[in-house]
């Protein structure tokens, strides 16, 4: 993995965990979204991704969010290496099929 994206995704994992611990789950997802779309082809950090997101979702009493990443981080670890929609955040509120537009940062990172 390139040193650039692996310094991308750890610090998205981190500022993640800072924000959950914080109980600023709202802030936590936008970083979660971020390491989602820059994990989608590694499938642990991908499930943990949606792990994290699990937990953001119940910290917001969000059932929808909690039950939507339940099965995600299944696919996560069992299809991330076949497909995965590009781009795509993650989050329970959006389609798991549906690929999405890739700020030009990150599609840089992903090159």
Do not use: Y
Not at 5 to 20: P, T
């Amino acid at each position: 993995m390139q040193v650039e994206l692996r310094k991308a995704i750890d610090e998205a994992f981190v500022q993640a965990q800072q924000e959950l611990r914080a109980r600023r789950s709202a802030e936590a997802m936008v970083w979660l979204e971020r390491a989602h779309i820059l994990t989608q082809r590694r499938p642990w950090l991908h499930a943990r991704s949606h792990c994290l997101m699990l937990r953001a979702g119940w910290q917001q009493g969000d059932v929808r969010e909690v039950l939507g990443q339940m099965p995600r981080i299944l696919a996560a670890l069992l299809f991330s290496r076949i497909w995965v929609p590009i781009g795509n955040t993650g989050r329970a509120r959006v389609s798991a099929f549906q690929p999405m537009p890739i700020s030009k940062e990150l599609r840089r990172l992903l090159e």
